[in-house]
């Protein structure tokens, strides 16, 4: 069997780097050319994540002129984010490409909670001469 496997890791991307609970996360996971394609797996805090209803993996795979005989694996990766997903104001989003036990490399990042700021909030306070001599 033959295989051609690549020096370079998967390219991670994502649309945003600070992202509110309940809005809409996109990212994608690019592999160098290689033959077979490779594997591409998402975790979200080290946790392996499948399309569900609530997370649409879609997996591509691209024959490219400038790379003949190559094969290139594209994934991306929709979810609704949720408060949960953040762990002390973080997400961390990795893509893991692998082939057999040939190939294993990953990209990670980390999303920032865009969370409301809380605000101080000043209140007048009164004082009384109450119990002073004067």
Known sequence: MLTDIPED????RTEVQKIAPGAMI????????SYPAMNITWFINDTE????SQVEIRNSI??????????TARSTISLRVTPELFKSGKMRLRCSATMFTLY???RETEI???APQLALIMVPTTHTNEGKCT
Do not use: I, W
């Open 49 to 52: 994540m499948n399309s569900t």
């Open 104 to 106: 294993s490399l990953s």
């Open 26 to 33: 996109r990212a994608n996971c690019t592999t160098p050319g």
């Open 112 to 114: 920032q909670e865009d």
């Open 9 to 12: 890791g998967p390219v991670l």
């Open 62 to 71: 691209f024959h490219y002129d400038a790379l003949p005989g190559k094969e």
